[in-house]
């Protein structure tokens, strides 16, 4: 294709009136379009005679130009009969003056054949000559087409699969190539072609399926020529939607792509039904046509080629007429509650069976989402929803650890999800939430479908919550217990859990393959886990038994409370405590619990009703005072409580004891001991908070000195975690900023760090 238009910039404005005058896309195009190519071929005419003696070089009309289906922007291929010196000196001159002109003479002016590519040969059969006696030349050369006709239906499928190679891209469906895209001009005019080079296969056909593609060509064309006046290629950009919805009037850029992408389809069908035509064999194409919805269904998943699926795409309204929506129900789960090849699931698609099945499916034909992440139209999408959950199913597509997810689930659970797949995304396009409203879509036709009820309870879940697990795993902390309580809330546990899981990563990778990376995959797996986890499950029954007790802040409490005092006691314990703390005007006491299976270990809880600066380190001072060995430390100030901490300890004193030992009055100051860390690092800081983290091997009084540092430091303690593991020793301090971090941890590692 030419960068740009021969015309000036004049006849551009000219040409955009004698197009648009009078036109609504796609209803009535086709004449303007013709009088503008006509128009056009004039103008190419006269610049063309005024270069030098044109009809002297006995040029024939190539391409486009001989079709009457010229754009401002088209190549201009010609064949030349005349002198070869003649036609080289002409057509530099045009070079010159703007025309590009892809033009030849014949090697053997007996043979136009002799060294040309087949396309070439093909060109021949639309061919036409500007003189009469050049067409009685050409004429005489037409056998040609005929005689390597087979040569030239080998070059077109070549062809055909390398375009759909490079077309396979988000750009080709958010901003479609008119002319070498799926269903584009290319792939019409070859279809076409081949209905004129094989008349002997198509004699008495049904002539509809050329009649829908004439109609799409002048559709295109139209679009084309326009694009080309706006300056623009043979993509239909974002920015060329915008101004063409105003050209035509249309409520929106949607409405318009929602055509074009609608036609793309028909058109792609109907030439790819062509091409598949001229391959079968007198057999393949006598086929029988389905005499009902059932029998269609059954022969599409016999033999879901081309043929079988044209065969049912010309009569899937008369198949599906009167068929009582049970029925409809029973067809659809035979379809693909099993095993499916890859192929029938796109011939389910393409012979309009979903439509017939799932009427609102109709409303999303055509329709793109413009956000250069979705691949698909949006019922493409859910296609390849239903094919890469076919693709999960036989372990072959790249879901990583979520694999494991796959192994452990039924044939129910499979069904569940192809559902999924056919639902989750059908309410797109409409207003209101499409989770919500493909929900709705669940209950009234599984009702129809007279399915059972926990079926409907478990799809209309999945596609009401199908886009929660991924922004938790990739927008959120897997591992924060606000994170779980949210999930929680959605009723994200258990088996729903694995299938919404797996089902996240079957829509990403359905919507864009490129977007589904193994980063994702692990951050998914991650919060799988996460969910799994006994902390996960411990926070679910403690908020259980919060929002029993009624009492507002107790969520609150909880999704604040270290994971490890969770795991280490009851519900009732820990929220029954929280409860008398925030009623409780003073201090309470300090209580000591001992567990069946911590021998040798017990729980220290200090709570302090109001929080001040050194009251973390006075607590760790008491408990190494007393020779206990503290394992781990969660340090908590809460809402209404106040500084609510808790420590393990290593003793093989009585809790008794320990409980009397520590409800006595503080005592003189005691001497800390010379310890050393193996590393001090600064984790995260922002205007907030900053924290660091002690680890070293365990040694007596490595708390209690991390701790006073960070009081002559002078710094507030925020939050603390400290975890003790077999020898090594993890603890966590967050802190309010004060002064220059980078020289508080200068002196922190002068200090400690070995």
């Known amino acids: 294709m030419a960068t740009r238009s021969f015309l000036l910039d004049g006849e551009i404005q000219e040409g955009k009136n004698l197009l648009l005058k009078g036109a609504a896309f796609p209803s009535s195009v086709r004449d303007n379009r013709k009088q503008f190519s006509h128009w056009l071929e004039e103008k190419l005419i006269g610049k063309l005679t005024s270069i030098g003696d044109f009809h002297a070089l006995e040029p024939v009309f190539l391409g486009s130009w001989s079709r009457n289906e010229l754009c401002p922007k088209s190549d201009i291929d010609l064949l030349f009969l005349g002198e070869e010196d003649k036609v080289k000196t002409f057509t530099r001159e045009a070079y010159g003056q703007g025309l590009k002109l892809r033009a030849r003479t014949p090697e053997d002016m007996n043979d136009w054949a002799v060294g040309v590519e087949p396309f070439d040969i093909l060109?021949?059969?639309?061919?036409?000559?500007?003189?009469?006696?050049?067409?009685?030349?050409?004429?005489?050369?037409?056998?040609?087409?005929?005689?390597?006709?087979?040569?030239?239906?080998?070059?077109?499928?070549?062809?055909?699969?390398?375009?759909?190679?490079?077309?396979?891209?988000?750009?080709?469906?958010?901003?479609?190539?008119?002319?070498?895209?799926?269903?584009?001009?290319?792939?019409?005019?070859?279809?076409?072609?081949?209905?004129?080079?094989?008349?002997?296969?198509?004699?008495?056909?049904?002539?509809?399926?050329?009649?829908?593609?004439?109609?799409?060509?002048?559709?295109?064309?139209?679009?084309?020529?326009?694009?080309?006046?706006?300056?623009?290629?043979?993509?239909l950009t974002a920015h060329d939607q915008l101004e063409f919805t105003r050209l035509f009037n249309l409520e929106?850029?949607?409405?318009?792509?929602?055509?074009?992408?609608?036609?793309?389809?028909?058109?792609?069908?109907?030439?790819?039904?062509?091409?598949?035509?001229?391959?079968?064999?007198?057999?393949?194409?006598?086929?029988?046509?389905?005499?009902?919805?059932k029998s269609a269904m059954q022969k599409l998943k016999a033999d879901p080629g081309l043929l079988t699926q044209f065969e049912i795409r010309r009569r899937v309204e008369d198949l599906n007429r009167g068929v009582p929506a049970k029925e409809k129900g029973k067809i659809l789960q035979k379809a693909i509650s099993g095993e499916c090849d890859d192929q029938f699931?796109?011939?389910?698609?393409?012979?309009?069976?979903?439509?017939?099945?799932?009427?609102?499916?109709?409303?999303?034909?055509?329709?793109?989402?413009?956000?250069?992440?979705?691949?698909?139209?949006?019922?493409?999408?859910?296609?390849?929803?239903?094919?890469?959950?076919?693709?999960?199913?036989?372990?072959?597509?790249?879901?990583?650890?979520?694999?494991?997810?796959?192994?452990?689930?039924?044939?129910?659970?499979?069904?569940?999800?192809k559902l999924t797949a056919l639902f989750h995304d059908?309410?797109?396009?409409?207003?209101?939430?499409?989770?919500?409203?493909?929900?709705?879509?669940?209950?009234?036709?599984?009702?129809e479908w007279d399915y059972p009820q926990h079926i409907l309870e478990d799809v209309r879940w999945l596609v009401e919550n199908h886009l929660i697990l991924s922004t938790a795993a990739f927008r959120q902390n897997p591992r924060s217990q606000g994170t779980w309580k949210r999930l929680f809330e959605r009723g994200v546990e258990g088996r729903r859990l694995n299938l919404l899981a797996l089902f996240t990563a079957i829509d990403i990778r359905a919507t864009n393959a490129d977007a589904w990376t193994d980063w994702k995959a692990q951050l998914l797996w991650d919060l799988v886990q996460s969910m799994h986890s006994p902390q996960a499950r411990k926070l679910q029954t403690h908020l259980q038994y919060a929002l029993k007790r009624k009492v507002p802040q107790a969520e609150d409490w909880m999704l604040n409370m270290d994971p490890v005092v969770l795991e280490s006691f009851s519900p009732k314990i820990l929220v029954e405590d929280l409860i008398e703390a925030a009623a409780s005007k003073q201090d309470m006491s300090v209580k000591v619990f001992t567990q069946a299976k911590s021998k040798g270990r017990v729980w220290v809880r200090f709570h302090r009703k109001q929080d001040e600066t050194g009251v973390f380190l006075s607590l760790v001072k008491r408990l190494y005072g007393?020779?206990?060995?503290?394992?781990?430390?969660?340090?908590?100030?809460?809402t209404d409580v106040g500084v609510y901490d808790w420590f393990c300890v290593r003793t093989d004193k009585p809790a008794k004891q320990i409980s009397q030992w520590l409800?006595?009055?503080?005592?003189?100051?005691?001497?800390?001991?010379?310890?050393?860390?193996?590393?001090?690092?600064?984790?995260?800081?922002?205007?907030?908070?900053?924290?660091?983290?002690?680890?070293?091997?365990?040694?007596?009084?490595?708390?209690?000195?991390?701790?006073?540092?960070?009081?002559?430091?002078?710094?507030?303690?925020?939050?603390?975690?400290?975890?003790?593991?077999?020898?090594?020793?993890?603890?966590?301090?967050?802190?309010?900023?004060?002064?220059?971090?980078?020289?508080?941890?200068?002196?922190?590692?002068?200090?400690?760090?070995?």
């Open 123 to 235: 060109a021949l059969q639309s061919a036409v000559a500007l003189a009469p006696e050049t067409e009685r030349k050409l004429a005489g050369q037409r056998g040609l087409v005929k005689k390597f006709r087979k040569k030239i239906f080998s070059s077109i499928r070549k062809e055909r699969e390398e375009r759909r190679r490079r077309q396979d891209s988000v750009s080709n469906f958010l901003e479609p190539n008119i002319k070498f895209g799926p269903g584009g001009l290319r792939d019409i005019e070859q279809a076409l072609a081949l209905h004129t080079l094989f008349p002997e296969v198509f004699a008495g056909q049904d002539p509809y399926p050329f009649t829908v593609l004439r109609d799409i060509k002048e559709e295109l064309l139209f679009l084309r020529a326009l694009l080309h006046l706006q300056g623009s290629g043979d993509i």
């Open 252 to 293: 929106s850029n949607v409405t318009l792509m929602k055509t074009v992408q609608s036609e793309f389809e028909r058109a792609s069908f109907y030439a790819d039904w062509v091409v598949a035509f001229c391959v079968a064999g007198t057999k393949e194409r006598a086929t029988k046509p389905p005499v009902d919805l």
């Open 345 to 417: 699931l796109v011939g389910l698609h393409r012979t309009r069976l979903l439509e017939a099945w799932i009427p609102d499916f109709l409303q999303l034909r055509g329709l793109v989402q413009h956000d250069h992440y979705h691949r698909y139209t949006a019922d493409a999408h859910l296609v390849q929803t239903l094919r890469e959950v076919e693709r999960a199913n036989n372990k072959s597509g790249p879901f990583g650890s979520l694999k494991k997810i796959a192994k452990d689930l039924t044939a129910q659970d499979w069904w569940i999800l």
């Open 426 to 447: 059908l309410a797109k396009g409409r207003k209101g939430d499409h989770s919500t409203e493909g929900a709705a879509l669940v209950e009234k036709y599984f009702k």
């Open 626 to 638: 007393f020779g206990l060995n503290i394992q781990t430390a969660s340090v908590h100030t809460l």
């Open 663 to 754: 409800n006595l009055p503080a005592t003189s100051e005691i001497k800390l001991p010379d310890v050393k860390f193996q590393s001090i690092d600064l984790m995260a800081q922002d205007q907030d908070e900053w924290i660091f983290s002690f680890r070293g091997k365990d040694q007596r009084g490595l708390l209690v000195s991390a701790a006073d540092a960070l009081a002559k430091e002078r710094l507030s303690l925020r939050w603390a975690r400290a975890h003790t593991w077999g020898q090594q020793v993890d603890d966590i301090f967050s802190v309010r900023p004060l002064g220059e971090v980078e020289k508080v941890m200068e002196r922190l590692k002068q200090r400690f760090v070995t």
